[in-house]
């Protein structure tokens, strides 16, 4: 069990008439407590009946919420359309903060993603969070862009730029992607941020899998054969199970500055982690990422 701070927006996906729990770094945080570890998460959320309803789903997977999380604000919301193909889209309703005091906590893992890098007034202290932290704690980011709420491009990919050259695992989507850099490749896009600083940058491409970069090594591994019945906390859930197994290998000594970079058979295993996480999860309905015992039953079958 690894001990995890998670900072980022929470909120809620309304579906039609229903509200359900969601926010990228709300469902990171739900997956790796789903998976056992010890979660703290560093948010803000109302007092209101949706704030109550994001309340309960977090103490629910065992997570805990830290001190100020609920305000005397309006919850944040999403409204959520899925396509035939199950594929969700969003429109926001959303303002983020936090309390001034968001400073690194003893924890072995700072996982920080999404609107929370770069919409303030929240977003500077998010970034304080990962400048402040300490070097031998592993930093993980997940941009999650939304370019409806990305009014200032430029101040956006400066910001995004800034957490992911403090992260020593990046992961983004092909979505992201194709936003930041729209005149490169995934190859390319890769070596673009790994120049920045990571240690291990991950593209996810959803059906056609992941593609990963270290400095010595590059992976292509396809996604697990699946019925889709939504993509709503796909990343996320790609996310949990990433960090889930590199918490339960040597692989944090070797991110956080080693003398060697990680080994390629344990990211390798990371990146499978992280593929059958996100198949389990777009296999239901809503952000419901897996168990510890149904991703460890996933990666048996997967062998």
Not at 197 to 205: D, Q, W
Request: charged share 15%; proline share 7%.
């Amino acid at each position: 069990m690894a001990r995890i701070s998670v900072i980022g927006e929470s909120l809620v996906d309304v579906v039609g008439r229903r509200a359900y729990p969601g926010g990228s770094p709300l469902n990171v945080a739900v997956g790796l407590a789903r998976l056992g570890h010890q979660v703290s998460f560093h948010t803000e959320f109302g007092l209101d009946e949706h704030g109550a309803l994001i309340a309960g789903h977090l103490r629910a997977a065992g997570v805990t919420l830290a001190d100020g999380t609920q305000r005397l604000v309006a919850t944040n919301q999403a409204q959520v359309k899925l396509d035939a193909q199950g594929r969700a889209s969003y429109r926001f309703n959303i303002n983020w903060n936090l309390p001034d005091d968001v400073v690194p906590p003893r924890t072995d893992l700072l996982h920080a993603g999404s609107i929370a890098a770069w919409l303030e007034p929240g977003a500077s202290k998010v970034r304080e969070a990962f400048a402040q932290s300490p070097a031998h704690q592993l930093r993980s980011y997940d941009p999650n862009i939304r370019p409806e709420l990305a009014h200032d491009a430029a101040a956006v990919r400066e910001a995004v730029g800034f957490m992911m050259g403090r992260s020593h695992v990046v992961k983004l989507s092909e979505s992201d992607a194709s936003w930041l850099y729209p005149q490169l490749g995934p190859a390319a896009v890769l070596e673009r941020v790994l120049e920045l600083g990571p240690r291990l940058v991950v593209l996810t491409r959803g059906a056609l899998g992941c593609q990963a970069r270290t400095a010595t090594d590059s992976f292509a591994l396809p996604a697990p054969a699946t019925e889709v019945v939504d993509t709503v906390g796909a990343g996320a859930a790609f996310m949990s199970g990433l960090l889930d197994a590199i918490l339960t290998s040597d692989l944090p000594t070797t991110l956080t500055g080693g003398p060697e970079g990680p080994a390629a058979q344990p990211v390798r295993t990371a990146l499978q982690a992280g593929l059958a996480s996100a198949a389990l999860t777009v296999a239901r309905s809503g952000a419901n990422p897996p168990t510890g015992e149904q991703l460890h039953r996933a990666l048996q079958r997967g062998n």
